[in-house]
């Protein structure tokens, strides 16, 4: 999609050509079960384990801590319902934050049905959760505790560390939601003092369809998947050998570039947002002002609906997405601003930038020439927005 | 996502605005939800003279409230009446399951805004010079 601005990193990010080279020779030429045990296998096996050397080294862990998956969605299911089940005799009661992720969110509702005492997080108007609020939760029965790292939406990064040194101290396993931080922003599992951490390759310029979990060596989440031997018994499946590979390049590509990227990343976000303040009245922008991922920029425009200025952007050739409820999918806004305090009418009017690699300044000067004409239309078409 | 009626209608709206001094005002929908449309309209000789909407919403709904002032202009009043959700999206060449509450909200506002003028026109005619 040549002339096409996307500027929706956070959703997803090509594959890194690099990586696609890497990933190539495990498709057809060495594209044996590593399970097996004749060489071809052994080689696809040494692939596996050579990917998770570099996975356990970005995150400051041991290979034998680290667990591939099918992506950041089955990582946050097994350690959201294997915790609950390893640790069924502790207790069942479950912490976890208001701005959690859907595949967070799902399976602890899920659990809530089933009888778990949950207790929600919630977070201030910059979308941070209060590591006190996270002291006065705990209880005797307490077995899981989830934060994610840094959110999706807004892009808010979490007391993560501070958090961890409160649970180390309460004895309470700590998960953290890390899909939208690994390859980004530097992680240490030990400093950050967390049990279980997910991560998925799709947002780091690796493939869909493949992911980790950390999982601190005494700690035992029962299995989702039970069959095989794979992954040490803990994750059944045939190993998706091409995916980890390619995972494990991406990571490292990502670790290798991730100040550069990040620098760059941030100064171009901050003359975008700097230009639509400039050019357009009554927008205010949603998330920490200064705690947030580098390429992140969610704000709301007052008056005016998430999608309508989607498809009008799309039509100038750049991709975005919002928090509406037209693209939510329910009928709700985002449940992340409504968390952090955003009435819902003005929730459905804020737009999710998120920038990435192929992110250059004439996409940020084409977003804002763009921009103000499509705001104006949409406001002047309005019923309620009458400046 | 949208059929290629719906994206013309939403690039081009028709009858976009407000009209000053409307004989009918229908106001539907809920900022809270998403979505909000005003219609204005004008009546002469029991025909719909003009037809305007202001909407906040997504691409549905500004179509369908684009298509249902177009679709009400120039007729009668009985026969505005007959327009119907269903009506506005099958012109519309059909809306996604989950944007056919905008196709109720443009139909809705339309018949709010006919109900009005004919309320305003009752209690007007009861005010019979003496």
Redesign the interface.
Known sequence: MENFIYMDHAATTPVDPDVLKTMEPWFIENFGNPSTLYSQGIMAAQAVEEARGKVAGTLGAEPEEIYFTSGGTESNNWAVKGIAESQAKKGGHIICSTIEHHAVLEPVKYLEKKGHEITWLSVDENGLVDPEDVRKAVRPDTVLLSVMYANNEVGTVQPIAEIGRIAKEAEVLFHTDAVQAVGKLPLDVRELGVDLLSLSGHKFYGPKGVGALYMRKQVKATPLLHGGAQERRRRAGTSNVPGIVGLGRALELATERMERDALREQELRDVLWEGIQARVPDVHLNGHPSIRLPGALNFRVE??????MI?CLD?NRVGVSSG???TT?S?E?SHVLLAMGI???EA?GSLRISLGRSTTKEHIDHFLEAFPPIAERLR??????NK | MYSEQVMEHFQNPRNMGTIEDADGVGEVGNPTCGDLMRITIKVKDDILEDVKFQTLGCGAAVATSSMVTEMAKGKKIAEATDISNKIVAEALGGLPANKMHCSNLAADGLHKALEDYLSRRKSGSERLPT
């Not at chain 1, 008056?303 to 309508?308: L, N, R």
């Not at chain 1, 002047?380 to 927005?385: A, E, F, G, L, T």
């Open positions: 008056g005016i609906e998430g999608e309508a498809l039509m509406s409820a037209c999918g009928l806004a009435p819902a009418d459905h002047d078409m309005s019923p309620i927005y």
